[in-house]
């Protein structure tokens, strides 16, 4: 079945430090992946995709890495700040044949200690 | 980057009432979605809505629920008898050009 998931549920860092949040996807026919972050009681915000044909992608402190061997993503983020307290989803969007929807997995909630 | 509104921001309700919700993008968009989160869980995929037409539901999307785009601008979510388990946030989402979605801020449902 199509489905995605993170590996920890929560996640706790010093601020200044990296911050590195995974997910598993379960559906290799997938050909693009996102990260949203959500703060409590707004909307998921995009942050970062990446299609199946790249390996890396950078953004302004965060790089999303995709490894397709074992179907798995994430996202890191860089000298990670207070204002990066958020659950983070990844959201893997199905070819169009198949729907062409994001599926979204269960988010990771990044906690940042001052 | 598409904008979008939602409204109303808060909706408390009766079981067995009906609801409607509200998005507006600011820009002009032919792919529309609607997806759900429970408190603490996931966002899940309800409907998406291409060119005034439904073009996939998932099984949460029943008899109860529809969507519109009554004036060719708003889009919006009929629950036409809302239940205790329909209580969420209801996010409305637009495509950008390379295939990311956008979602508005949501509109939270309590159904007492």
């Known amino acids: 079945g199509e489905s995605v998931g993170l590996h920890l549920p929560t996640l706790s860092v010093q601020e200044g430090d990296n911050s590195i949040i995974n997910c598993a996807y379960s559906n290799s026919a997938s050909d693009y992946f996102i990260w949203y972050k959500q703060e409590s009681g707004k909307g998921p915000q995009f942050i970062i995709d990446?299609?199946?044909?790249?390996d890396k992608r950078q953004g302004q402190r965060v790089t999303v890495l995709l490894n397709k061997t074992v179907k798995h993503l994430s996202l890191q983020i860089a000298a990670t700040q207070p204002g990066d307290s958020a659950v983070y989803f990844c959201?893997?969007?199905?070819?169009?044949?198949?729907?062409?929807?994001?599926?979204f997995g269960q988010g990771t909630e990044l906690s940042v200690k001052p | 980057e598409p904008e979008v509104t939602q409204t109303p921001s808060h909706q408390v309700t009766q079981m067995g009432q009906e609801v409607i919700l509200r998005c507006v993008p600011i820009s002009n968009h032919l792919y529309f979605y609607w997806y759900r989160q429970i408190l603490g869980q996931k966002v899940e995929f309800l409907v998406s809505f291409y060119n005034n037409e439904i073009s996939e539901k998932s099984e949460i999307f029943d008899d109860q629920f529809s969507v519109e785009r009554p004036d060719g601008s708003n889009f919006t979510l009929k629950i036409r008898s809302t239940k205790l388990e329909d209580s969420a946030m209801y996010f409305c989402?637009?495509?950008?050009?390379?295939?990311?979605?956008?979602f508005g801020e949501g509109s939270r449902l309590t159904v007492l």
């Open positions: 959201a893997e969007a199905l070819p169009y044949n198949q729907g062409g929807k994001l599926i």
């Open positions: 989402a637009m495509s950008g050009r390379a295939g990311e979605l956008f």
């Open positions: 990446i299609r199946s044909n790249m």
